[in-house]
Each structure stands twice: as structure tokens, then as C-alpha cells.
């Protein structure tokens, strides 16, 4: 079966659609390492990579996906949100906006240029969602186009998957 990105990708960069996701390690706001594979055989992921911390749109998004955080339980997806931010920044805006989910820490960026989302001039990622199913098959992407741009949590959820690919 082919999978395809519901929109068109602004980059080519990063990985594709039903192609091995990345694997990496980050450290989080829960204070241990989070590794990508470990979730292999359990659990899908999305990797939401958002600009910066405390700014309007990406609270809003962060906001969004921990209200949502049942929804996403129940469709056996974990969120796993990753900005350059450091992990006490991090921490700080987890704590302030009350956050369930765990953030991520690409401090070093290394996540960010390995998924194409990184924007060179500005050293930091734009918005982009990959969703990575138990397998660790990347089954679909989206980059926007513009940072004050997101998805809707049910764009990015299990309402969202290709029809009996992530069962």
C-alpha cells in the first residue's frame, strides 16, 4: 500500500513517507533520554517539532496536544513534541502552561537536520509532524509553510491514519 502526505512537503529534505524513521535520543522534560526506538512494537509517535517555546502559536499547539492527551492515548499514540530549546527552558514552559506531554530537547539540532526540518538562517526547526507507527515506518508527514501555521490535533491523530496501516 503507498502512503501519501495529505499536502505537499514545502522541503525534500528528511525522510519519507513509508521509509524507517530516524532513530535518535533526546533528553526531556522528564529528565531521562528519550529514544524513538524504544516505542517500536508499542506504541505509534508523532514527533511534532515546533519552533520556540513561549511563543503564541506553539503554545497553543503544546496546549492543544495536552488536552488532547486522552485522545491520543486511546488511539496507542504517544506526542512527543521537540524544539532547540534547552530542557530547563523547557521545563519552565511545561510548568507554566501545565503541560501532560514531555517535551524534547534538540539542543544540538542533530533531530532537526536529520527529519529536513531545520531552518539554517535561523537556527531553529519549523513546524512539522511525522507519524511513525509501531513498526517505526514513517506513515505520514507534514512540514508548513509558514511558522505561525499548524495542524489540528485530528489532522495529526489516529482519525488521520491511512486505513489499516497502523493497527
Not at 525534500?12 to 526531556?28: E, H, I, N, Q, Y
Not at 492543544?64 to 485522545?71: H, I, L, N, V
Amino acid at each position: 500500500m503507498t502512503v501519501t502526505s495529505p499536502s505537499p512537503s514545502p522541503s525534500p529534505a528528511g525522510p519519507r513517507v513509508g521509509t524507517t524513521a530516524p532513530d535518535f535520543t533526546l533528553p526531556s522534560t522528564a529528565g531521562s533520554d528519550v529514544t524513538l526506538s524504544s516505542f517500536r512494537g508499542r506504541r505509534h509517535v508523532l514527533l511534532a517539532f515546533f519552533p520556540l517555546a513561549f511563543t503564541s502559536t506553539c503554545t497553543a499547539e503544546n496546549c492543544a496536544f495536552s488536552e488532547d492527551y486522552a485522545a491520543f492515548e486511546r488511539a496507542d499514540t504517544v506526542v512527543l513534541p521537540i524544539s532547540v530549546d534547552s530542557v530547563p527552558t523547557l521545563k519552565e514552559y511545561k510548568a507554566k502552561y501545565a503541560m501532560r506531554q514531555d517535551l524534547l530537547s534538540d539542543f544540538k539540532r542533530d533531530v532537526s537536520r536529520a527529519y529536513g526540518t531545520l531552518l539554517v538562517d535561523r537556527f531553529f526547526s519549523t513546524r512539522a509532524y511525522f507519524l511513525v507507527d509501531r513498526q517505526g515506518i514513517l506513515r505520514w508527514r507534514h512540514v508548513e509553510a509558514e511558522l505561525g501555521a499548524r495542524r489540528d490535533d485530528a489532522e495529526c491523530s489516529h482519525r488521520r491514519r491511512p486505513s489499516g496501516s497502523m493497527r
